[in-house]
């Protein structure tokens, strides 16, 4: 999803500027970022509906000499954000493999942002940026989502599909490190399912049947869910036919759940809950990208049997460091 970030005017003066736009016209006025080394100084300019407007300051780009309130060029660049920091390195490069000029990065700057910098064909400097806001409500309905990989197709569970599910959640071999005892009645699939169409048109939870392409046969289903929205943050699950494993496509289906909340969700960072014994599952984390950060014993009791947890979260900024093979 694309969407204007702000416009940005080159000013000798930051602090008369931003005290003109605050007083007349509402705007709240941000920190001065400074980068003595470059000799830039910049200041954001933020209005009651989000629009932003970036006033920045140099000792090497000349003032404009121009009559006070004459027709000239006041527009230095636009940003447009895409998403993740990777979305922004893939974007780059297929401008750069069309033929457009690149004239700076992908990069982290001073001031936190991931960017690069393009010309239009006209010759405009374009910031292409990764998202840096809290998410705001998903462009596509929890319960409409739909997500395409090469071979599979992750969408909302549907009635028809309690039978399959139930057939996953029944296997003890599966359920072995789960949070509950396998299912012994197909009505806890079809209560699964009921609840999912209730809770995520409200997004209270995002869980994705994963579904083979070829053959439309559910072998899975993955989660994010206990959304903090202040933090950015969410807890991931998962679980597959064991039929399905050893073929990737578990990671192939958490790759396009990540990537969307990452990017549409804009999640600055993901948990993961699981039993230290259960070594293919962290095994799946790890090859993600996932850090094991700390242990908690005792943690759940399931069946009668008490086991430990192993923590894990993986951060926006690894993510587009490129974790995953």
Known sequence: MTRIDHVALWTEDLDRLATFYATY???????RYANPAKGFASRFLVFAEGARIELMTSTVVAPARQPRGAQRMGLTHVAICVGT?????????RLRQDGFEVIDGPRRTGDGYYESVVLDPDGNRVEI????????????????????????????????????????CSDPVVMRYWSCAPWTSVATAEEMIAR?????????YLRLGIEVRDTARLIGFCT??????????????????????????????????LDHGFGALAL??????????????????????FRKE?????????????????????LRSDWRSGSTP
């Open 268 to 289: 600055n960072r993901v948990e993961a809950d699981i039993d230290p014994r259960n070594l293919a599952s962290a095994g799946s984390l790890e090859r993600l990208g």
């Open 196 to 204: 999912d169409r209730r809770a995520m048109p409200a997004g209270e």
């Open 294 to 314: 700390g242990s908690l014993r005792e943690r759940w009791i399931v069946d009668g049997e008490v086991s430990d947890s192993s923590l894990y979260g993986l």
């Open 224 to 257: 994010l869910f206990a959304f903090a929205p202040q933090c950015r943050r969410a807890e991931i699950g998962y679980g597959m036919a064991r039929a399905a494993w050893g073929r990737g496509y578990m990671h192939e289906a958490l790759v396009a759940l």
């Open 85 to 93: 920091d990777r979305e922004v390195d893939v974007l780059t490069g």
């Open 25 to 31: 016209f509402g705007a709240s006025a941000g920190p």
């Open 129 to 168: 940026a990764a998202d840096t806001r809290a998410p705001a409500a998903p462009a596509v309905a929890f319960d409409r989502l739909i997500l395409d990989t090469a071979r599979l197709r992750l969408r909302p569970l549907q009635p028809a599909d309690a039978v399959a599910l139930f057939a996953i």
